[in-house]
């Protein structure tokens, strides 16, 4: 089969979507499908040899976050001509709603189509006037999926319609009998974070201010802390000799982040909202590393309400000091939950959800009938871009 899928966000900066496209492309792929994907980079000599560029991406507030996207009418003869190109038996767009890319391909094409919900977010002003413009894109959409029930409820509550579940996936391989780095965690114990780091909503701040009394019951731990984003201003509230047991990494190349995550005795995830699944957890998990998360309810799910994890109080710094000194302090508990996220992390392995996606392409493929342009669609959305276009900014 011959699928194009379409990543909203920059292919140079790692995060949940752009990794699940990254994923899923190659898993179609070990299946022996053709696959092409088009996304916004910087870098055009660092992509892999089956993501298209649409260029340079620009910085957009969206979802609590700064996104990085192509939009506007240069991006959409690119899309155009990546579709009449393709000759796809199937396209497969991921968050339909942002102002990205996969909007300008459901305007641009008409066939088979599938697309993925990723996000969870609430109304917003400019949620409404993405759904009600964007309605004329996803008219087009033959098949729908969302990547959790929270991502689900998004979809219903801002578009309408219904989706099949199906979760992100996780290459349990790249994870399993992981290495840590050199000297972690050592003699000692020592705590993960991977994410942003000057990221509010990831919740780096919620772990240093539990870090202090975490110390002051476990005195010999460390904090490891992996990610883009400059954190200093989060940490200088700490004394100096806390401060002294904290290492910040900074990025994480992808060949990396499996070393990173079993060098941790726990991961915590302090995310305080916007999270629809939890692919890190899944990833921590599959490397052998007990998990605590705060109880966004995409976690929780994740986690299996607690038997794969454990969950603390979201936003609630004493409550997470709590949950990480008691998990600390009993090695039997940290064994049982190293073992038993080693089987949730299998349930989400690639070759399982890549085959259930599959599924919903094959429900939707007719024979013989090819993705192609739709002159009127893209007549549409050339009205339409200039009213949803966002307030952008380059950095």
């Known amino acids: 089969m011959r699928i194009g899928i379409v990543c909203p966000y920059s292919w140079d900066i790692p995060g949940g979507v752009s990794a699940h496209v990254a994923d899923l492309a190659e ?3 070990r299946m022996g499908h053709h696959v092409s994907v088009l996304a916004p980079a910087e870098f055009d000599e660092l992509l892999p040899n089956y993501v298209v560029s649409t260029g340079k991406p620009r910085a957009v507030k969206y979802n609590g976050s700064v996104a990085r996207l192509s939009f506007g009418p240069i991006a959409a003869r690119k899309v155009s001509k990546w579709i009449e190109e393709g000759e796809f038996d199937v396209l497969h767009v991921h968050e339909p709603l942002a102002p990205s890319l996969s909007v300008l391909a459901c305007w641009a094409a008409k066939g088979p189509i599938v697309a993925t919900w990723h996000s969870s977010m609430d109304k917003s002003r400019m949620m409404l006037t993405l759904s009600k413009l964007a309605q004329t894109a996803m008219e087009k959409v033959s098949a729908r ?9 998004t979809l219903i509550k801002h578009v309408g319609g219904d989706a099949v579940v199906i979760p992100n996936g996780v290459d349990v391989s ?8 050199f000297g972690w965690p050592g003699a000692n114990q020592s705590i993960v974070f991977l994410g942003r780091g000057d990221e ?8 240093v201010d539990a870090y202090p009394e975490i110390r002051r019951q476990h005195p010999n ?5 992996a990610g883009p984003g400059e954190p200093a201003d989060t940490l200088k509230n700490l004394s100096r000799e806390d401060r002294a047991s904290v290492t910040v990494l900074g990025m994480v190349a992808p060949q990396d982040k499996a070393s990173v995550l079993a060098s941790g005795t726990v991961y915590v995830a302090p995310n305080t909202g916007g999270e629809s699944f939890g692919i890190v957890l899944l990833e921590a998990m599959a490397s052998g590393t007990p998990v605590i998360a705060s ?14 994890g454990i ?24 064994a049982e939950l190293s073992a038993q ?11 399982v959800v890549a085959e259930r996606i599959v599924d919903v392409y094959e429900s939707i493929r007719v024979p013989g009938v090819k993705v192609e342009p739709d002159l009127t669609g893209q007549m549409i959305g050339r009205l339409g871009r200039g009213r949803i276009t966002p307030e952008m900014r380059s950095d």
Request: aromatic letters at 6%; glycine letters at 4%; charged letters at 25%.
């Open 174 to 181: 790249a994870f399993t009998n992981a290495k840590p780095m």
């Open 311 to 334: 969950t603390f109080e979201n936003e609630n710094s004493s409550d997470l000091a709590k949950v990480v000194s008691g998990l600390l302090s009993d090695p039997n508990q940290c």
């Open 295 to 308: 109880d966004l309810e995409a976690f929780e799910r994740v986690l299996d309400h607690g038997k794969a």
């Open 145 to 153: 999926i969302a990547v959790s029930e929270a991502a689900r409820t």
């Open 221 to 225: 731990v460390r904090l490891l802390i």
């Open 27 to 29: 898993a179609l792929i």
């Open 341 to 351: 996220g080693k089987l949730r992390a299998a349930e989400f392995d690639w070759s």
């Open 200 to 207: 509010p909503r990831k919740g780096l701040q919620v772990l």
